[in-house]
Nanobody, 122 residues
Framework: QVQVAESGGGLVQPGGSLRLSCAASGSILSINVMGWYRQAPGKQRELVAAITKGGNSNYADSVKGRFTISRDNAKNTAYLQMNSLKPEDTAVYYC????????????????WGQGTQVTVSS
């Protein structure tokens, strides 16, 4: 089985910074894409940033220039560095491991973490 666990959320003032971590564990051979999503109350879940195993990344327009996604393939871990945080960044942030190849399987599957709360408030 595969588990995905986020950490690093919390309360921060506007203009502050946080770094989220996402660790995938299990009998994992490779992960094609790791991504961060967020969902605010009353809104749909949206993609924040994603990164391929080769290091190519993309971002939502709302976070470009402020957030940076990275990953450590050896650790099956992704990070989201969030700078210049705004109140509208407040949401539950979810990590997704997309295209996970598990030992003994023919096809890849996707896995979600449980989420971590980020609150930006003064």
């Amino acid at each position: 089985q595969v588990q995905v666990a986020e950490s690093g959320g919390g309360l921060v003032q506007p203009g502050g910074s946080l770094r989220l971590s996402c660790a995938a564990s299990g009998s994992i051979l490779s992960i094609n894409v790791m991504g961060w999503y967020r969902q605010a109350p009353g809104k749909q879940r949206e993609l924040v940033a994603a990164i391929t195993k080769g290091g190519n990344s993309n971002y939502a327009d709302s976070v470009k220039g402020r957030f940076t996604i990275s990953r450590d393939n050896a650790k099956n871990t992704a990070y989201l560095q969030m700078n210049s945080l705004k109140p509208e960044d407040t949401a539950v942030y979810y990590c997704k491991a997309d295209g996970v190849l598990v030992a003994g399987r023919w096809v890849r599957d996707d896995y979600w973490g449980q989420g971590t709360q980020v609150t930006v408030s003064s």
